[in-house]
T-cell receptor
């Protein structure tokens, strides 16, 4: 089955530790994205990548880092510099469709709790 | 810039009631419009889409019509079920050269009671 996998589903870390969230897709999509979801704030874009070895900051990139060494993989590192890291993190991918439309497909999410 | 406006909710309905969740947008040109659904603890799933004015997207009894004149894409369902309880996100994708990010609304929580 084609899709996006995120692991783990739940992640617990102590304050001051970096943590890496995994995202893998087998949809052969060029573009991948990371969003953060907090109650009452919808989705906020952290980073996105349109092609391998290239990525751009989204709206809330501070305290996060990414890499895109393979088309299938787009891991997100939450660093100790991120002030409020506890959140639900969603990975998505897309290909450019007709009319230059970017229809996104989402993974199941990772809930990160930092104490 | 682009924006999507929808009520946060929660919207509480009895089973078999009629559902409308309003969505209006601001964008230049002719964006594509989407509704996504998120069940508790899960990621977003594409529910339906429309790519040009007057298009109607439909899926699983839900439908929405792309209204350019009112810049709206309201989600409707004739008879909701308890299993429809979820958060619904309206979104737009600009269709103008090069990559532009998808803009999401804040999400509307729907609660259907038996």
């Amino acid at each position: 089955d084609g899709g996006i996998t995120q692991s783990p589903k739940y992640l617990f870390r102590k304050e001051g530790q970096n943590v890496t969230l995994s995202c893998e897709q087998n949809l052969n999509h060029d573009a991948m994205y990371w969003y953060r979801q907090d109650p009452g704030q919808g989705l906020r874009l952290i980073y996105y990548s349109q092609i391998v070895n290239d990525f751009q900051k989204g709206d809330i990139a501070e305290g996060y880092s990414v890499s895109r060494e393979k088309k299938e993989s787009f891991p997100l590192t939450v660093t100790s510099a991120q002030k409020n890291p506890t959140a639900f993190y969603l990975c998505a991918s897309s290909t450019r469709g007709q009319l230059n439309t970017y229809e996104q497909y989402f993974g199941p999410g990772t809930r990160l709790t930092v104490t | 810039g682009n924006s999507v406006t929808q009520m946060e909710g929660p919207v509480t309905l009895s089973e078999e009631a009629f559902l409308t969740i309003n969505c209006t947008y601001t964008a230049t040109g002719y964006p594509s419009l989407f509704w996504y659904v998120q069940y508790p603890g899960e990621g977003l799933q594409l529910l339906l889409k429309a790519t040009k004015a007057d298009d109607k997207g439909s899926n699983k009894g839900f439908e929405a019509t792309y209204r350019k004149e009112t810049t709206s894409f309201h989600l409707e369902k004739g008879s909701v079920q308890v299993s429809d309880s979820a958060v619904y996100f309206c979104a737009l994708s600009p269709n103008s050269g090069g990559y532009q990010k998808v803009t999401f609304g804040i999400g509307t929580k729907l609660q259907v009671i038996p």
